[in-house]
């Protein structure tokens, strides 16, 4: 996992997002001025023995991006984390810094894309650029049995992973929605959430009772609860 998070943390593939990132990192939100932006690709982050194994779409600009670490110092993972923590996945119910002293149980973290995209909306080359990154950490979390995509972009990214493989022969046999369930041909099963951004908590679109039932059905799979 050491080698992995070295391999993402310098990966200089995608010319567009790394400009961006350093930039944001650079000019910074007025809220963040006196910070060092991490301004980096973003590891994956949680416990090497997940059983469950949560994909985002991409790093916030002033989160992850900010942080060096997934779901870190935004409004996603204020939404996020008091859940997982409520359920025993997460030792604290909040996510402000690399260095807090957050961990998780059985449950790994990470993104279909490593770099914050501009207006959050990676290219589909960027996508296919950080795949082997996915891959690679999949191969690595030989412990998942379930699989959680927050939102489109990352499910249609996970099945791209599955396709390349040859787990699977088609994407369009899984159809995302929120909640949504398969069983995977090598066992794993596959489910769907809307992403916690603000843009879906805000509007009421994605609640929290909505969230923790895809983490209960997910912990239940995986033989946690």
Same mark, same amino acid.
């Given at each position: 996992?050491?080698?992995? /998070?070295?391999?993402?943390?310098?990966?200089?593939?995608?010319?567009?997002?790394?400009?961006?990132?350093?930039?944001?990192?650079?000019?910074?939100?007025?809220?963040?001025?006196?910070?060092?932006?991490?301004a980096r690709p973003v590891p994956g982050f949680g416990?090497?023995?997940?059983?469950?194994? +949560?994909?985002?779409?991409?790093?916030?600009? /002033?989160?992850?991006?900010?942080?060096g670490r997934p779901f870190t110092g935004d409004g996603s993972g204020d939404?996020?984390?008091? +859940?997982? /923590?409520?359920?025993?996945l997460a030792t604290k119910p909040k996510a402000i810094a690399r260095d807090d002293g957050l961990r998780l149980r059985k449950l790994w973290i990470s993104s279909v894309v490593r770099c914050a995209p501009p207006g959050d909306k990676p290219k589909p080359d960027e996508i296919r650029n950080c795949s082997r990154h996915l891959t690679a950490e999949i191969d690595a979390l030989s412990g998942v049995r379930v699989v959680v995509c927050l939102g489109k972009i990352a499910w249609d990214g996970y099945l791209a992973h599955l396709v390349a493989n040859g787990v699977i022969e088609r994407r369009s046999a899984y159809v995302f929605?929120?909640?949504?369930?398969?069983t995977l041909p090598n066992g794993i099963t596959l489910?769907? =959430?809307? /992403?916690? =951004?603000?843009?879906?908590?805000?509007t009421g679109r994605l609640n929290r009772v909505m969230f923790m039932r895809v983490f209960v059905k997910a912990m239940e799979i995986a033989g946690l609860a």
């Amino acid at each position: 996992m050491q080698e992995l /998070h070295q391999a993402i943390a310098t990966c200089e593939r995608c010319t567009r997002l790394r400009e961006y990132c350093r930039g944001i990192g650079e000019t910074r939100r007025k809220a963040y001025r006196d910070e060092v932006y991490w301004a980096r690709p973003v590891p994956g982050f949680g416990d090497p023995n997940a059983r469950i194994h +949560v994909m985002g779409l991409a790093p916030g600009a /002033h989160g992850a991006n900010r942080t060096g670490r997934p779901f870190t110092g935004d409004g996603s993972g204020d939404f996020m984390y008091p +859940v997982l /923590h409520e359920l025993g996945l997460a030792t604290k119910p909040k996510a402000i810094a690399r260095d807090d002293g957050l961990r998780l149980r059985k449950l790994w973290i990470s993104s279909v894309v490593r770099c914050a995209p501009p207006g959050d909306k990676p290219k589909p080359d960027e996508i296919r650029n950080c795949s082997r990154h996915l891959t690679a950490e999949i191969d690595a979390l030989s412990g998942v049995r379930v699989v959680v995509c927050l939102g489109k972009i990352a499910w249609d990214g996970y099945l791209a992973h599955l396709v390349a493989n040859g787990v699977i022969e088609r994407r369009s046999a899984y159809v995302f929605a929120h909640a949504a369930e398969y069983t995977l041909p090598n066992g794993i099963t596959l489910l769907g =959430s809307y /992403h916690p =951004s603000l843009r879906n908590t805000n509007t009421g679109r994605l609640n929290r009772v909505m969230f923790m039932r895809v983490f209960v059905k997910a912990m239940e799979i995986a033989g946690l609860a």
